[in-house]
């Protein structure tokens, strides 16, 4: 059982860790790049109003 949870805490560790790294590289591509910021803006607002839509479904 104490194996399992360190693996898991290894993972969850590692996880946070890729996250980071691509939340600092999408951060600069962001600032330098007005088209890609267009592109992640619009796929943030159709990714809202496809939550908004399965949560009116129920």
Excluded: P
Aim: proline share 0%; glycine share 10%.
């Amino acid at each position: 059982m104490r194996q399992q949870a360190m693996g898991f805490l290894k993972g969850v560790g590692a996880g946070m860790v890729a996250g980071a790294a691509i939340a600092m590289m999408n951060d600069k591509m962001m600032k330098n790049n007005r088209n890609y910021r267009r592109n992640a803006h619009k796929t943030m607002r159709a990714m809202e109003q496809l939550f908004s839509n399965i949560q009116g479904m129920f």
